[in-house]
Antibody, heavy 121, light 108 residues
Framework: EVHLLESGGGLVQPGGSLRLSCAASGFTFSSYALIWVRQAPGKGLEWVSAITGTGDTTYYADSVKGRFTISRDTSKNTLFLQMNSLRAEDAALYYC??????????????WGQGTLVTVSS | EIVLTQSPGTLSLFPGERATLSCRASQSVSSYLAWYQQKPDQAPRLLIYGASSRATGIPDRFSGSGSGTDFTLTISRLEPEDFAVYYCQHYGSSPLYTFGRGTKLDIK
């Protein structure tokens, strides 16, 4: 059974940094692209970042480009999101999810339960 | 950048009724359109991909249609567990993924 478990959220001051993790199990980790999606309290979904199965290509939303870095460690079956220069508008529940097809950028078939990031002084 | 506009913002219906949710793209997205359901305090769940293909395990009362710029998610007969927020999503261009702002389906 596919399982994704996020961790690493918490309270951080504006301008601070945080590193989110997403532990994956139940599938061949390196065969699937993975993504981060966030949801501010009471708001809709916003795609944040994506990484290919091999980890050699990454993509970012304009709102986080240059501040966030996505990466993955196949030896640990774990996805990461390094978030720097955090702003109040980055506060959200961050989900990791699996891209549902190995051949391209398709919708997300499995999601974690999210980890909450709060940005406040 | 493609913008997805969902309507209505809120839809109030009785169980057993038919629900029709709309998603309009600012330019053609071909059939690269998905629908998700999100219940309170839960992660979204993929319902439809490729505009009209049901994801694994999704009941056949859910159906998707459309191509180009106009898409519809139809729930043929609403069950109590169907009342949730529904999002459409475009995938595969730049930016890689775009979501609509959602339609809240309320019990009347």
């Amino acid at each position: 059974e596919v399982h994704l478990l996020e961790s690493g959220g918490g309270l951080v001051q504006p301008g601070g940094s945080l590193r989110l993790s997403c532990a994956a199990s139940g599938f061949t980790f390196s065969s699937y692209a993975l993504i981060w999606v966030r949801q501010a309290p009471g708001k809709g979904l916003e795609w944040v970042s994506a990484i290919t199965g091999t980890g050699d290509t990454t993509y970012y939303a304009d709102s986080v480009k240059g501040r966030f870095t996505i990466s993955r460690d196949t030896s640990k079956n774990t996805l990461f999101l390094q978030m720097n220069s955090l702003r109040a508008e980055d506060a959200a529940l961050y989900y990791c999810a699996r891209v549902g097809d190995r051949t391209g950028w398709y919708p997300f078939d499995y999601w974690g339960q999210g980890t909450l990031v709060t940005v406040s002084s | 950048e493609i913008v997805l506009t969902q309507s209505p913002g809120t839809l109030s219906l009785f169980p057993g009724e038919r629900a029709t949710l709309s998603c309009r793209a600012s330019q053609s997205v071909s059939s690269y359109l998905a629908w998700y359901q999100q219940k309170p305090d839960q992660a979204p769940r993929l319902l439809i991909y490729g505009a009209s293909s049901r994801a694994t395990g999704i009941p056949d009362r859910f159906s998707g249609s459309g191509s180009g710029t106009d898409f519809t998610l139809t729930i043929s007969r609403l069950e109590p567990e169907d009342f949730a927020v529904y999002y459409c999503q475009h995938y595969g261009s730049s930016p890689l993924y775009t979501f609509g702002r959602g339609t809240k389906l309320d019990i009347k």
